[in-house]
């Protein structure tokens, strides 16, 4: 069974840090191009960032409003993906979710996600 | 990249039928058949409804069905069932190898 489980999240003043993890497992992590997705309270969904895997190029792609201050990376080793924020803003604030880039779809499985407050 | 346009919200009653549409470009929805669905009941996380425009995963009820037509794309609801009721979304793959998601649609089951 596909399984996604994200962690990180918290409280962080605006201007400030925060590294999320979304640890996968039930499937080749290796071979999965992953995509992280942010839902603003009573918003709707936003994709965030992606990369493909190693195999593939690993190739990494940013939305607009986080390109320059987010980063998207694996370790294939722990089955990990990871989400660097930096320079948060107020904006920032949602659930963020990973998901698995399966079936040509943005998130055949997702995560439960986490909850990043971005406030003073 | 704008986010592909759907409508607020579209109603039913049991049993009937319902379809949401799902809005965007030559440079996304137009340009590829990576179109999916998503249903997000309150506090859930989103699950995959429809793929590739009109694949159903497994597990995915055969109530919902998908299209496309040109820059639109269509999920419609046959045999509308109370437990329905819920945000759907459509996502595409877009020209410069990005996702974009359409706004959300509220499906009210009367």
């Known amino acids: 069974e596909v399984q996604l489980v994200e962690s990180g999240g918290g409280l962080v003043k605006p201007g400030g840090s925060l590294r999320l993890s979304c640890a996968a497992s039930?499937?080749?992590?290796?071979?999965?191009?992953m995509s992280w997705v942010r839902q603003a309270p009573g918003k709707g969904l936003e994709w965030v960032g992606r990369?493909?895997?190693?195999?593939?190029?690993?190739?990494?792609y940013y939305a607009e409003p986080v390109k320059g201050r987010f980063t998207v990376s694996r370790d294939d080793s722990k089955s990990l993906l990871y989400l660097e924020m930096n320079s948060l803003k107020t904006e920032d604030t949602a659930v963020y979710y990973c998901?698995?880039?399966?079936?040509?779809?943005?998130?055949?499985?997702w995560g439960q996600g986490t909850l990043v407050t971005v406030s003073s | 990249q704008s986010a592909l346009t759907q409508p607020r919200s579209v109603s039913g009653s049991p049993g009937q039928s319902v379809t949401i549409s799902c809005t965007g470009t030559s440079s996304d929805v137009g340009f590829y058949d990576y179109v999916s669905w998503y249903q997000q009941h309150p506090g859930k996380a989103p699950t995959l409804l429809i793929f590739d425009v009109t694949r159903r995963p497994s597990g995915a009820p055969d109530r919902f069905s998908g299209s496309k037509s040109g820059n639109t794309a269509s999920l419609t609801i046959s045999g509308l069932q109370p437990e329905d009721e819920a945000d759907y979304y459509c996502c595409s793959y877009t020209v410069t190898d990005s996702w974009v998601f359409g706004g959300g649609t509220k499906v009210t089951v009367l």
């Open positions: 990369i493909k895997s190693k195999i593939d190029g690993g190739a990494i």
């Open positions: 039930g499937f080749f992590f290796s071979n999965a191009w």
């Open positions: 998901t698995t880039e399966g079936h040509d779809s943005c998130g055949s499985a």
